[in-house]
């Protein structure tokens, strides 16, 4: 039969509705950049999934700042709000906590919501170190709730492709991980010092921010890290305080390189850094196999860029470049016909679609999306980078 491309269910009428979904109260820790992120994804999964097979309640949304959390929940929708996590987390309609808060406000109030029994997604990095990062694990463990850890890129068309191309061995043998995270948002001595910048909110710099996203992925794609080398560097040592009163000391790494050994016998290089100027958000990862290559650049993200050996026409031994956005796709297909293109806002729709459908169907949040213990193997792997750094030593990983 041939294939239906392009044109599927197009605004076609299924004929389905939305009486099955199931209802999940949904409790968001800030509402800031992440916040703003995953409440447009909770807003849009009902009409976009259809029919849903879950449906967020936008209960309860909460903040340091009362102007500031009263003014999102009416922005967003969420039926009321508090300064206070810990109601948050308690509340009887509240069936899922989103911690989107900073690094230093995520294993509290998520182990407090395991506890009182909610299904727990918390924004990477999980942590600031291994060791919060254990703690959550066992908790969500403990109380046998669902957990997911926003490593949203693994929800990128283009990168799920490379991970269905690499179990399917399309690529061989892999000899190569290679990924590189760039920014340049903190170049100026301003922005005042920010929570990121601080190793008592962020736990590390460049590391758990970007390299996370990147260590993520190598597990994902490639498999576990056996040994990482790696070095970091603060660039502007000192910056102005958040007060504009005085200076503050930036105790957290600007950047990081690393050699990285994985268990199957492949070598890498991991690397973050937000002093690359014009690099907006730049992160991209090649990956070299016995029978071929593929590359991506997340700030075009439909593409992949691939290269296989056995190309018969000699002219054309080089990398081509794909769009990943055949209707078959599986996340594509509820989308657009193939070609119009999706952006970084997706890749939290589908994750966060992910996790609702795993709890409203009592289905495993793995292999696809990143759990606590991904959030977690993720961290010793951010802390063996800098005991490297410390250290100049290479180091073993290995998980509790
Ligand atoms: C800032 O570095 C940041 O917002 C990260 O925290 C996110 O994880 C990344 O997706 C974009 O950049």
Redesign the pocket.
Known sequence: MAKEVGFVNQGKATGGDASNAKEIGIGLLGYA??GKAHTNAFKKIPYIYWPPAAIPKLVSVCGSHEDGVREAAARYGYDHYTTDWRKLVTDPEVDVFDNVGPNNLHAEPCIAAAKAGKHVLC??PLARNAREAKSMWDAVREASVKHMC?F??RFVPAIRLAKEMLDAGELGEIYHFRASYQ?E?VMDVNPAHVW?LSKETSGSG?VG??G??IIDLARFLVGEVETISGTTRTFIPERPSADGKGTVKVDVDDAFEAVVRFKNGAVGTLEAS?FCAGRK?H?TFEINGSKGSIAFNLEKLNSLQVYFREEQNPQLHGFREVLVTESDHPFYSVWWPHGHILG?EHAHIHEINHFLNAIAMNESVEPYGATFEDGYKAAVICDAILVSAETHTEQQIAYE
Do not use: I, P, T, V
Request: charged share 25%.
């Open positions: 950049f992440m924004e990477k926003g949203s890129y920014q948002w990121r460049a921010d970007l996370s996203h937000r958000n992160m970084w």
